[in-house]
């Protein structure tokens, strides 16, 4: 069946540095790839989206691309904040069924 | 435009008992989705509304059910509580079936002594 595998975190990581959180998926046909965000307290947060290959979908300074012939939605940013520590999970979708999440990574940046 | 709503906040019951959580989703929207949190299993799907009928169901037991009313808002029930229920209850609604834009709500935690 469809799955989502997630690098294992907690990822640590000083302010300004560079940021790539490792996404790999198991799908049949062509799903559509997601990141969302999770801050503490709150419900998830759609961050991006891309729906075929080669896409790059990208937010806030976050971008990830679809790379079909690696099975891969890799997150990266170039500097990250404080603000960006949060969990981060990959999700992927199939038309006529439900979003199907990876277990997420925890991201904590310090100043 | 106001996000999706959902209550309880927080919610802590006792094994063998019932509950019952409240999902209202964005105005116009009209597909509602529910997902279980649990730090072992990670974001499970429950199932999804649409128009009043559930769509799609996940692989969880029958003491999960749920339903949604003509105004859109949701709720789910589950019955004869088990300490492994533990979970934040996350309701997601989008315009339509299609899944690309879904909208959370903060959750529902609950707690099962």
């Known amino acids: 069946g469809n799955s989502v595998t997630q690098m294992e975190g907690p990822v640590t990581l000083s302010e300004e540095a560079f940021l790539t959180i490792n996404c790999t998926y198991t799908a049949t046909g062509y799903p559509s790839l997601f990141w969302y965000v999770q801050y503490p307290g709150e419900g998830l947060q759609l961050l991006l989206k891309?729906?075929?290959?080669?896409d790059k979908g990208s937010n806030k300074g976050f971008e990830a691309t679809y790379r079909k012939e690696t099975t891969s939605f890799h997150l990266e940013k170039g500097s990250v904040q404080v603000s960006d520590s949060a969990v981060y999970f990959c999700a992927l979708l199939q038309a006529g069924t439900a979003l199907i999440f990876g277990k997420g990574t925890t991201l904590s940046v310090s100043s | 435009k106001a996000g999706v709503t959902q209550t309880p906040r927080y919610l802590i019951k006792t094994r063998g008992q019932q509950v019952t959580l409240s999902c209202s989703p964005i105005?116009?929207?009209?597909?509602v989705s529910w997902y279980q949190q649990t730090p072992g299993q990670g974001l499970q799907f429950l199932f999804e509304?649409?128009?009043?009928?559930?769509?799609n169901k996940g692989n969880f037991p029958g003491r999960f059910s749920g339903r949604q009313f003509s105004n859109s808002r949701s709720e789910m029930n589950v019955s004869t509580l088990e300490l492994g229920d533990s979970a934040l209850y996350l309701c997601?609604?989008?315009?339509?079936?299609?899944?690309?834009?879904?909208?959370f709500g903060p959750g529902t935690r609950l707690t099962v002594t």
């Open positions: 891309a729906t075929k290959a080669d």
């Open positions: 997601a609604s989008s315009l339509d079936r299609s899944g690309y834009e879904q909208y």
């Open positions: 105005s116009g929207h009209r597909s």
């Open positions: 509304y649409f128009s009043e009928t559930q769509r």
